[in-house]
């Protein structure tokens, strides 16, 4: 099976920098997601990292260390809209792309 | 131009009916998949169709019966409702099980009296 464990939730003020951990155990990893979900709709795919190292793209970067099982979230230049929960998800097992999620972290930004 | 899309958006019923949720994409993507989200927000797989053939089934109740009548739809049907099976309801497409973006529908969210 596969563990992943991130912070139930955090705060953070607009117009600051956020990082979300993400820790994971499981045999046979694939690749790391995360995705963002607002209060009322559907996830959306924000990134998805297969290698070691940092992938940005825009306000959003996310890290990868495959052998802590170790990822991040980094949100940069914080916006209200920013809030939201941001669900990380790992896929494992023979070139299964099909992922599972963690619980999901709240982030609340305030002015 | 709506990617993914759901019917209907909210579904009220009592326990013991059947009811389906339908499924459909515009994307062209071979690989659909339904997604169980509870109160705690924990999103979780439950089937995945990849052409028309199930390619994954985690420890889903055989109340929950998937029918894919072509590439481009996938609908759950649920019989006998229970309430633990009030939940937010997502349908997802991907091009290619191997894929690694899956593009999510608005949700269904079912209250089972």
């Known amino acids: 099976g596969q563990n992943i464990d991130q912070p139930t939730e955090m705060t953070a003020t607009e117009g600051a920098i956020v990082q979300i951990n993400c820790t994971y155990q499981?045999?046979?990893?694939?690749?790391l997601f995360w995705y963002q979900q607002h209060a009322g709709e559907a996830p959306t795919f924000l990134s998805y990292?297969?290698?070691?190292g940092l992938e940005e793209k825009g306000r959003f970067s996310s890290f990868l260390s495959r052998s802590k099982g170790y990822s991040y979230l980094l949100l940069k230049e914080l916006q209200m809209k920013d809030s939201a929960s941001y669900l990380c998800a790992v896929t494992a097992g023979g070139g299964s792309y099909i992922p599972t999620f963690g619980r999901g972290t709240s982030l609340i930004v305030h002015p | 131009d709506t990617a993914v899309s759901q019917t209907p958006k909210y579904l009220v019923t009592q326990m013991g009916n059947d009811k389906s949720i339908k499924c459909e994409q515009n994307l062209g993507h071979d690989t659909m998949y339904w997604y169980k989200q509870d109160s705690k927000k924990f999103l979780k797989i439950m089937f995945s169709?990849?052409?028309?053939?199930?390619?994954i089934n985690e420890t889903v109740p055989n109340r929950f019966s998937p029918k894919s009548p072509d590439k481009a739809h996938l609908n759950l049907h649920i019989n006998s409702l229970e309430l633990g099976d009030s939940a937010v309801y997502f349908c997802?497409?991907?091009?290619?099980?191997?894929?690694?973006?899956?593009?999510f529908g608005p949700g269904t969210r079912l209250t089972v009296l």
């Open positions: 997802a497409s991907s091009q290619g099980a191997q894929s690694h973006e899956q593009f």
């Open positions: 990292n297969v290698l070691d």
């Open positions: 499981t045999s046979g990893f694939n690749g």
């Open positions: 169709y990849n052409n028309k053939e199930l390619i």
